[in-house]
């Protein structure tokens, strides 16, 4: 498996993003999709997941009502659409897959992309 993310880049304060994620190298989609996001000097937080089988998405807390997970099992992409972004969501934002159900946790994560830079000001 390997993840490409782009999209990020630097924002306005209330404007808009739309991170994308492709699933490659393997033989379909895997199971379980994540968003997750760390700043400088802070843990690595789960911001979205997806079960890709049905669509199931989990949000956090902080991002819930502005962000949205979706995906495109034929392409192998998932999305991030960003909306309201607030200066707290300034981060490199990382693609992760996993075949095994989907966790909060980075550390049971097995596949990650290379990061995606947000930055807003």
């Known amino acids: 498996v390997q993840l490409v993310e782009s999209g990020g880049g630097p924002v306005q304060a209330g404007g808009s993003l739309k991170l994308s994620c492709v699933d490659s190298?393997?033989?379909?989609?895997?199971?379980?999709m994540a968003w997750f996001r760390q700043a400088p000097g802070k843990e690595r937080e789960r911001v979205a997941t997806?079960?890709?089988?049905?669509?199931?998405?989990y949000y956090a807390d902080s991002v819930k009502g502005r962000f949205t997970m979706s995906r495109d099992n034929a392409k192998r992409v998932v999305y991030l659409q960003m909306n309201s972004l607030e200066p707290e969501d300034t981060s490199m934002y990382y693609c992760?897959?996993?075949?095994?159900?989907?966790?909060?946790?980075?550390?049971?994560?097995?596949?990650w992309g290379q990061g995606t830079q947000v930055t807003v000001s």
């Open positions: 992760a897959a996993r075949w095994s159900r989907c966790s909060s946790d980075w550390r049971d994560w097995d596949y």
């Open positions: 190298g393997g033989t379909h989609m895997s199971h379980c």
């Open positions: 997806m079960f890709t089988g049905d669509g199931t998405t």
